[in-house]
């Protein structure tokens, strides 16, 4: 007779994000005397992207936004130029995932405006938008850009509709969008779209939760929790689910997590406090982490999400006496990975006038670049035109390393690769596309940077020919535009650094490969 032995399994689970933390940034980081917005609408009221902070001002008669560029830190001039061409309070701000310099905005006065920043900021305040989209009849609450598709714009107002725009039209005014979807018997509260943006996920104040195939406005599900009444919404596309978060039927603060397949009865609910400030979720795919921040709270929970049971794996929070209003997120392509910083926020603080920095950071010791937490991340580039979406065709995003200089590798060994197929002689090109990445390709594209500089327009007036400052807040606005040209150069040079070194490994490579042919 044999004895079964008994085998000890431990009760944790091993995950490289355990002891990810956050990390507020110095005072001197900080964006310090900003009028934040005192707007009770439930949205995050600031948008970032790698070039530009924006974020929702508290103005006298009608709305404006104040747009500044990530590295313009420390006290902000309370005269600083905004962004004022609303009639009514500013609801919601988003920037263009594929136009650092375009962002939409949406106000009390029933329309929506897309601005087009100038490259070095605001000279002064912008009161003329880029497109203006007329077609709701009350105040327009929440904007989203579509993921994958270029210039394509949804917004939900308080009429209760959700409109599709094509912003690739030439006219400036648009009065009738290309889609309007009328599935909601109430105000919509979030809007959340799947990875290939052909799924979108809405709560509404009817307490319904609704999964819409965005192009047709046609209904794939619906759900109606009687134990969960849902604020906020957002698909975790690569794990197919969906979550929300909201309160319980005894007021407590809840999130629920759904299949995204059958919307019948959530897989998980989870209580977690009796505050009363709605619960913004932030979901990162490349990590499978979740983050929620509770609007009035100084704490920020965060987990992990897998596709099995128990779903949701609570890591731990940070903590701070500094309650938030909003939240903005930094994409991923502007993160510091040399800090292994796989997420930041961007904390509005009302009682200081504060915009504070706040990064999370996995410890590592090693400060070379870590491939396992920086897995291919969606970029900057659109994987459709507005018609081909609307044709019927979803793709997928276009995705990009995070890797110093891992860019100008792919594009080498594309180029190369496609000509040993057709030619057999790969040596003499790869030294040749070398030599002229080394020599003219450099020269042409420094060449036009500084044309593009040369012709760079700041509302109607050109930087290089506007008269010298004669305030001192003319002259604060020169001081802080040439500080951003000085740090986009530094930049541009190592970059340049980085690729010289790269390709000069290269041709040593291709001449020591060569020479034993030859011989």
């Known amino acids: ?50 070039r530009f902070l924006a974020v929702i001002t508290e103005c006298a008669g009608g709305g404006s936004f104040l747009v500044l560029t990530v590295h313009h830190t420390g006290k902000v001039d309370p005269h600083h130029p905004r962004v004022t061409g609303h009639r009514g309070n500013v609801l919601d701000i988003k920037w263009n995932p594929f136009n650092d310099y375009r962002i939409a905005s949406c106000s009390e006065d029933t329309t929506v405006k897309v601005w087009e920043i100038p490259p070095h900021g605001l000279l002064k305040n912008m009161t003329v938008p880029w497109k203006e989209l007329q077609g709701h009849s009350r105040r327009v609450g929440l904007i989203e850009w579509h993921p994958t598709a270029n210039n394509i714009l949804f917004s939900t107002a308080y009429d209760y509709k959700v409109m599709i ?77 969906l979550l929300t978060s909201g309160t319980s039927r005894w007021n407590d603060r809840q999130i629920a997590l759904w299949d995204l397949d059958d919307l019948s009865v959530p897989l998980l609910e989870e209580n977690l406090d009796g505050s009363s400030g ?23 929970r965060y987990y992990e999400i897998s596709s099995e049971k128990p779903y949701i794996h609570y890591l731990t ?43 999370m950071i996995v410890p590592r010791r090693s400060e070379s670049y870590q491939e396992d937490i920086y897995p291919m991340t969606a970029g900057n580039k659109a994987a459709l035109t507005a018609d081909e979406w609307l044709s019927g065709l979803d793709k997928g995003p276009v995705l990009m390393s995070l890797k110093p200089g891992h860019q100008v590798d792919e594009s080498y060994h594309d180029m190369t690769k496609g000509y040993s197929r057709s030619h057999g002689r790969p040596g003499a090109l790869q030294l040749a596309y070398i030599q002229d990445q080394l020599g003219t390709k450099d ?77």
């Open 443 to 519: 020269g042409e594209q420094d060449y036009g940077l500084a044309g593009e500089d040369r012709t760079t327009v700041s509302n109607g007036e050109d930087l290089l020919l506007c008269s010298p400052p004669k305030t001192e807040n003319e002259l604060r606005l020169k001081f802080h535009k040439q500080q951003d040209e000085i740090r986009r150069l530094r930049e541009l040079v190592n970059q340049r650094d980085v690729r010289i070194k790269q390709l000069e490994l290269e041709i040593k490579n291709i001449k020591n490969s060569q020479s034993p042919t030859s011989l």
């Open 165 to 241: 725009w094509n912003l690739d039209c030439p006219e400036q005014v648009i009065k009738n969008p290309v889609r309007t979807l009328s599935q909601h018997t109430d105000v919509v509260l979030s809007m959340s779209f799947n990875t290939d943006g052909s799924v979108l996920a809405t709560t509404c104040k009817d307490r319904k939760l609704r999964l819409l195939e965005p192009r047709s406005g046609s209904l794939l599900q619906e759900a109606n929790c009687k134990t969960h009444k849902a604020s906020k919404v957002i698909i975790l596309g690569n794990v197919k689910k």
């Open 1 to 50: 007779m044999t004895a079964t032995k008994m085998t000890w399994r431990p009760q944790y689970r091993s995950s490289k994000f355990r002891h990810v933390f956050g990390k507020a940034a110095a005072k001197e980081s900080c964006y310090d005397g900003v009028p934040i917005t005192r707007s009770v609408q439930d949205n995050t009221f600031c948008a970032v992207n790698p």
């Open 317 to 359: 929070e940070y903590r701070s006496s500094l309650p938030q209003k909003g939240m903005g997120v930094m994409p991923k392509r502007g993160l510091d990975v040399s800090s292994c910083e796989v997420f930041r926020f961007y904390k509005l603080v009302t009682i200081k006038s504060l915009i504070e920095p706040l990064s």
């Open 278 to 300: 709605v619960l913004f979720p932030f979901y990162d795919p490349d990590t499978h982490m979740l983050y929620l921040a509770g609007k009035g709270d100084g704490n920020i």
